[in-house]
C-alpha cells in the first residue's frame, strides 16, 4: 500500500532552519505532484509548497514564499522542504501528500494520500 513517512521535524529557535524529508513508497513516485502542508492546534490544514511531477515548477504559500524550498528526488522517492528563517508562526504539525493530476491544484482534497504529520515547533 501507499506509505508516506515524513522526518526532520523538531524544536528550533527563530531564524533557524530545517529540512523535512518526506520517504514514499507503494506508488510511481513520478506520476505525483507532491505537496507539504501544515496545521496548527486549533486551525484548518493549510497548504505550504506543491512540485510538479518532474521537479520543475513549484509554488508556495505567500507565507512561506522566499524562506522554503520544495524539492524532490525522482530516483530516491523523496520530496524535501528546506525551511529557512523558521518564525514562531511556522509551528504546526507537517504532512506530505501525494497527487495526481496538475500542479497547480493546491487543495488538500485533490491529494490522494498523506503521511502521519511531523512536529515542527519554532521558539520565540
Known amino acids: 500500500q501507499v506509505q508516506l513517512v515524513e522526518s526532520g521535524g523538531g524544536l528550533v529557535q527563530a531564524g533557524g532552519s530545517l529540512r523535512l524529508s518526506c520517504a514514499a513508497s507503494?506508488?510511481?513516485?513520478?506520476?505525483?505532484?507532491m505537496g507539504w502542508f501544515r496545521q496548527a492546534p486549533g486551525k484548518e490544514r493549510e497548504f505550504v509548497a506543491v512540485?510538479?511531477?518532474?521537479?520543475?515548477?513549484?509554488y508556495y504559500a505567500d507565507s512561506v514564499k522566499g524562506r522554503f524550498t520544495i524539492s524532490r528526488d525522482n530516483a530516491k522517492n523523496m520530496v524535501y522542504l528546506q525551511m529557512n528563517s523558521l518564525k514562531p508562526a511556522d509551528t504546526s504539525v507537517y504532512y506530505c501528500?501525494?497527487?495526481?493530476?496538475?500542479?497547480?491544484?493546491?487543495?488538500?482534497?485533490?491529494?490522494?494520500?498523506w503521511g502521519q504529520g511531523t512536529q515542527v515547533t519554532v521558539s520565540s
Open positions: 501528500a501525494g497527487g495526481h493530476g496538475a500542479v497547480w491544484r493546491i487543495g488538500a482534497d485533490t491529494f490522494d494520500h
Open positions: 507503494g506508488l510511481t513516485f513520478n506520476n505525483y505532484r
Open positions: 512540485i510538479g511531477r518532474l521537479g520543475s515548477i513549484t
